[in-house]
C-alpha cells in the first residue's frame, strides 16, 4: 500500500501563488500515476492534474491549464501543484490520490489540505 500525505495548503488572495506538496510512502515503487484532485461543499470531486511517475506525462482540466503545474521528485517520492494566477472559484480541499501498477484507478488518496483564495 501507498500512504499520502498533502501539505502547502493556506489563505491567499485572487491572483497569488502556491504549492502543494504529496509525500508518498509506504510501496512506492508500485506508483504508476499521481493526480490532484478538488472539492468543495456540494460538488462532486473534480480532477485537477495527474503525472505518470515513469516518463513524467502530464494531463491538466481545462480550468486550470496554463495556471497549473504539475511535477514530480522521484528521488523524493514527492509530486507538486504549482498554482498560479489563483482565482476564488479555485477554493477548495485539494487531494493528491496514486493510481498503483496493479491497477484499480486512484485507490490510495491523501487527507486533503485546504485552499482558499480571497477576492
Known amino acids: 500500500q501507498v500512504q499520502l500525505v498533502e501539505s502547502g495548503g493556506g489563505l491567499v488572495q485572487a491572483g497569488g501563488s502556491l504549492r502543494l506538496s504529496c509525500a508518498a510512502s509506504g510501496r512506492t515503487a508500485s506508483i504508476y500515476r499521481m493526480g490532484w484532485f478538488r472539492q468543495t461543499p456540494g460538488k462532486e470531486r473534480e480532477f485537477v492534474a495527474s503525472?505518470?511517475?515513469?516518463?513524467?506525462?502530464?494531463n491538466y482540466a481545462d480550468s486550470v491549464k496554463g495556471r497549473f503545474t504539475i511535477s514530480r521528485d522521484n528521488a523524493k517520492d514527492t509530486v507538486y501543484l504549482q498554482m498560479n494566477s489563483l482565482k476564488p472559484e479555485d477554493t477548495a480541499v485539494y487531494y493528491c490520490a496514486a493510481i498503483e501498477r496493479a491497477g484499480g484507478g486512484y485507490s490510495q488518496w491523501g487527507q486533503g489540505t485546504q485552499v482558499t483564495v480571497s477576492s
Open positions: 503525472i505518470t511517475w515513469d516518463f513524467g506525462s502530464t
